[in-house]
């Protein structure tokens, strides 16, 4: 079984269910899962895990999201995108200073009501399904954080931003509350994702460029191992004699480990490690547990000695 994770550009007019449904045909495995839905107008970065990487399918989900998006100001759709219906258009009086100055104000934490079309589910039920039926129903603000928003261009109606945000954050939303701060309403017409770290959209590759590959026989090339999510972690590997501790997943103690850079003595144990099988494998990661004073497993992640996880120069 494949192991790892792809960076697929995800095309206009597919869902991220789609993409899911048409890697499972081209790489023969079932094993799939996406990191982060994207609306099927949307493009760009959407980071699929194979295999036994589908473990980490809620880390990246987790991680920051860069986008690029086209503001389109003066219309308020029911979508809050420019496919959906129009319920108002009104007139831009707005210059761009204060188009700058009111999108500043939506940097740091914000809360953000989601939109009623979105997968999100009350009382059992997706929020699309309800608003496709002409109902709409009470929700939640929600917290979400807005690391960076930058004006790229304003070409009004037409404002041009780039935005990086956590988890969770609906772009078009951010659109219709500018907009609406702004007093003329506004919608996103256009969304493209370029970055979920660590995958950027000059490395992403279009569901037919990933077909080719894997007819060739050169699908490995693109995979990314799943322990280079985790680089900025202390590696460590098992001493032979206790290797059987290991694959049983039992806890293991911090003498048993092999640190392939001394550890200091102000960080004797590390909260986080990432661990390799005596031949190089990547194995999982664990967690230092203060109380009992061993290493508990957290995720693992070892498939075997065909799995592409295998990579002896990741120390």
């Not at 309800?130 to 004006?151: D, W």
Request: net charge positive; glycine share 8%.
């Amino acid at each position: 079984m494949t192991n790892g994770i792809l960076n697929v550009y995800k095309e206009r007019g597919f869902t991220s269910h789609d993409v899911v449904a048409k890697l499972r045909g081209i790489l023969k495995m079932k094993k799939i899962g996406h990191t982060g839905t994207l609306d099927p107008d949307a493009c760009g970065v959407l980071p699929v895990c194979l295999g036994q990487a589908t473990k980490v399918c809620d880390l990246l989900t987790d991680r920051k999201k860069t986008y690029e998006a086209v503001l389109l100001l003066g219309r308020e759709t029911d979508t809050q995108d420019a496919g959906g219906q129009t319920l108002r258009e009104r007139p831009v009086t707005a210059d761009e200073e204060e188009i700058r100055r009111t999108a500043g104000r939506f940097l740091g934490r914000q809360m953000q009501l989601p939109p009623m079309y979105s997968a999100l589910k009350v009382g059992g039920r997706r929020l699309y399904e309800l608003a496709r039926e002409g109902k709409t129903v009470e929700r939640a603000p929600r917290p979400v954080f807005f690391y960076e928003i930058e004006i790229r261009s304003v070409q009004l109606p037409r404002v041009y931003l780039r935005v990086t945000c956590s988890k969770g954050t609906y772009i078009r939303t951010l659109c219709h509350d500018i907009g609406e701060a702004l007093g003329c309403g506004g919608c996103m017409e256009e969304l493209l994702r370029t970055r979920v770290e660590p995958f950027g959209l000059e490395e992403s590759l279009k569901l037919s460029e990933i077909e080719e590959l894997a007819a060739a026989g050169r699908i490995s090339e693109v995979i990314w191992p799943v322990d280079r999510l985790f680089m900025d972690w202390p590696a460590a590997w098992i001493r032979q004699d206790f290797t059987r501790y290991m694959y049983n997943g039992n806890p293991l103690k911090a003498q048993w480990l092999v640190w392939r850079i001394p550890v200091s003595s102000e960080r004797e144990h590390p909260s986080l490690i990432r661990l390799y099988t005596e031949q190089g494998d990547f194995f999982g990661t664990y967690e230092w547990d203060k109380e009992k004073n061993f290493y508990r497993l957290q995720k693992m992640f070892y498939g075997g000695s065909d799995d592409i996880l295998r990579k002896h120069d990741r120390f």
